[in-house]
């Protein structure tokens, strides 16, 4: 499919489904935290899933904020009889997506115009367990594997009191993915694009982060927020391999932990004027890994990073800005000696930046440069059709855009389109196959469905 079919394919789906769309009447049911708290979803996300200051309070006390009307089950506590605090409505949610994805130029031998019915269906428990504790656990359906999996989940106690004569609000965190217990939008769980193709190249690589060891471990963390400014968190993980064998053995799964992956995040947030809210913060993790195995030769991986966030309201319109830059250095260790690296020392850079408008929570319009660039390898960064690098680069650059509709709070429509100005080291021929990076643009339409 040439440039030109691509724009009138994009151009065709937009306008039908922009016909469609706004004659869509607003659901009546809302996710089981509008349920529980007896609130609108704009309270706590600006659009789904940007969270607004209140949205952050939510998540960062544990989930467990309920609304008056909300009926629950009670008893009395003592020193030696537990009490009871039951949500009498069950806390589920479902959320389902339907995707279209064109390439620039088809991947050979595969259908291009990809319709996923759905790209992802899943389920949630989420809400109030007891009265310090709340959760966020999805279950997440995927056609590819024909089967459903645990997905982010994000389990908290959480309490406060006072250091110093200002607030402390503290807790512990269980959780499956490093940065999904974050609070803002910039980190990689929870960061921009929220929606996106999974049947679109991409560049092979990125910092582990980056969603290299999204719901593949556990941790167990400490946070805390004093004086409703300085927010610091603390978790250790080790692998878990869901789909591999119990306890792990380590083949197939190229990151083993071995002992402890220590997760760090501190950050600082201001607001100012009643319109501006500005948060910097910074963040990091070591691993230690045996690569498909559990004992041996090490590989060593530390990732560090900055991240910034800036809100600013127009009325009832709203400017988002978010920034994440990561540095990635690692001792590759064992992966040179199974041969699939030329050398241990490499780095690795990633830089994502992107401003949202939102006018009103109803339309959105969103653009943002992204940048990868590292130590070239020729064996870590092999030359394949596609996927692959001619000259061992992992250097990637380009620009997403975004357009969003929601003709309710938990319906969105979206279409984007994603440019590359360089893929996986080069522009043209980028593959040693003759592929070039445009030809890895693509335009990817959304329909996002939560009740």
């Not at 789906?13 to 659901?27: D, E």
């Not at 995707?99 to 319709?115: E, M």
Request: glycine share 12%; proline share 6%; aromatic share 12%.
């Amino acid at each position: 499919m040439n440039r030109q079919s691509v724009w009138k394919y994009f151009i065709t789906i937009a306008a039908v489904l922009g016909v469609v769309l706004p004659m869509t009447k607003p659901a009546a049911a809302l996710p089981s935290y509008a349920r529980q708290t007896g609130l609108p979803c704009s309270r706590c996300h600006i659009t789904f899933p940007e969270l607004t200051e209140f949205g952050r309070e939510f998540k960062l006390n544990g989930y467990v904020l309920s609304g008056q009307k909300t009926g629950k089950v009670t008893a009395p506590s003592s020193k030696k009889e537990s009490g009871l605090w039951i949500n009498q409505n069950l806390p589920l949610s479902a959320m389902f997506q339907i995707s279209d994805t064109v390439v620039q130029q088809a991947q050979p031998g595969t259908q291009n115009g990809n319709i996923e019915f759905p790209q992802q269906m899943s389920l949630f428990l989420a809400g109030q367990i007891t009265t310090h504790i709340g959760s966020f656990m999805q279950a997440t359906y995927t056609p590819a594997n024909d089967h459903f999996s645990m997905d982010n989940t994000d389990i908290r106690y959480a309490n406060f009191g006072s250091l110093g004569g200002k607030q402390l609000v503290y807790g512990l965190d269980l959780n499956n993915n490093p940065t999904v217990e974050d609070l803002w939008n910039d980190t990689p769980a929870w960061g921009w694009p929220f929606v996106s193709p999974d049947s679109a190249p991409g560049p092979m690589a990125s910092p582990l982060l980056l969603g290299g060891l999204a719901q593949d471990v556990g941790g167990l963390g400490a946070y805390a927020l004093w004086n409703h400014h300085w927010y610091g968190d603390a978790t250790a993980y080790r692998s878990m391999h869901i789909g591999g064998p119990q306890p792990p053995v380590g083949t197939g799964f190229g990151i083993n932990i071995a002992g402890v992956a220590p997760y760090w995040r501190g950050a600082y947030q201001t607001s100012w004027s009643g319109v501006n809210y500005l948060e910097v913060g910074t963040l990091g993790m070591h691993v230690n890994s045996y690569p498909n195995t559990i004992g041996g030769v090490e590989d060593h991986i530390t990732d560090t990073g900055a991240d910034a966030q800036y809100d600013r309201h127009f009325g009832v319109n709203e400017l988002t800005a978010h920034l994440l830059y990561l540095h990635e250095k690692s001792q590759l260790d064992a992966t040179l000696a199974n041969a699939g690296a030329s050398f241990s020392s490499h780095k690795l850079d990633s830089l994502n930046a992107n401003a949202i408008y939102h006018l009103g929570n109803r339309y959105s319009f969103g653009a943002g440069p992204f940048w990868t660039w590292g130590t070239a390898d020729p064996l870590l960064y092999a030359q394949s059709p596609v996927s692959g690098s001619a000259n061992g680069s992992p250097n990637s650059d380009g620009y997403l855009l975004q357009a969003g509709y929601w003709p309710a709070q938990n319906v969105e429509f979206s279409v984007a389109y994603q440019g590359f100005l360089k893929f996986n080291g080069g522009t043209t021929n980028y593959d040693g196959a003759g592929r070039n990076a445009s030809q890895n643009n693509t335009v990817y339409v959304n329909l996002w469905l939560m009740f």
